[in-house]
């Protein structure tokens, strides 16, 4: 079983929608996590951190629930400009990032 | 200011070449990283310097050898790679190792003939 597990995609959906996506894991030792989302030949960029009170950052919200080991993230009003590939990030041991293999974005018109 | 910056940005060498990529931050951060990332796969970690230290090095080929001149700076020199060394080189620097969010640069998207 992979450490963490994204539906891979990908996620076909209108400018304008809401699209949520899912996120397990499996270290229960793990203590923060992160959405970060990369563009194609691009770096990763951190798109928010992920904390069990939930948190929200314009279009954007991130849930956490910890009993379940599952991570969310909802965009609501889809832009064009929001395609991308989002990567579900845990970290368990102190520097080490394990990383979900991404969840393909396509907003389209 | 959250930048990392990397050097160069593409990269073409033989398997006799050797080269290296370098990283820089300036934002203070204690902890450095090394991550490669193959096509349509997540990045994985190669090493972690904390406090210019090497911490992790997570069983790398001697062909890399990571070097922290100083906090600002990261190298990797690269040594009789392979071709299935080809792949992007990811820099990331954080505040602190512990759970703190990484910062990655732009990579060096490396090739080896």
């Known amino acids: 079983r992979k450490e963490v597990e994204q539906d891979p995609g990908p996620f076909n959906v209108p400018e304008g929608a809401t699209v949520a996506f899912n996120c397990t894991y499996s270290?229960?030792?793990?203590?923060?996590f992160f959405w970060y989302r990369q563009d194609c030949r691009k770096e990763p960029k951190l798109l928010m951190s992920v904390y069990s009170s939930g948190n929200e950052d314009g279009r954007f919200t991130a849930q956490l629930n910890r009993a379940s080991q599952y991570i969310s993230l909802l965009i609501r009003d889809s832009k064009l400009s929001d395609s991308a590939t989002y990567l579900c990030v845990a970290s368990g041991t102190a520097s080490k990032l394990t990383f979900g293999t991404g969840t393909r974005l396509q907003v389209t018109l | 200011d959250t930048e990392v910056t990397q050097t160069p940005k593409h990269l073409v060498m033989g398997m006799t070449n050797k080269k290296s990529l370098k990283c820089e931050q300036h934002?203070?951060?204690?902890?450095m990283y090394w991550y490669k990332q193959k096509a349509k796969k997540p990045p994985e970690l190669m090493f972690v310097?904390?406090?210019?230290?090497?911490?992790i090095n997570e069983s790398v080929p001697s062909r890399f050898s990571p070097e922290c001149p100083n906090s600002s700076l990261l190298n990797l020199h690269l040594h009789a790679l392979q071709p299935e060394d080809s792949a992007l080189y990811l820099c990331?620097?954080?505040?602190?190792?512990?759970?703190?969010?990484?910062?990655f640069g732009p990579g060096t998207r490396l090739t080896v003939l």
């Open positions: 310097y904390s406090y210019e230290k090497l911490s």
């Open positions: 270290n229960s030792a793990s203590q923060s």
């Open positions: 990331a620097s954080s505040q602190e190792t512990s759970y703190n969010e990484q910062f």
């Open positions: 934002m203070g951060h204690r902890a």
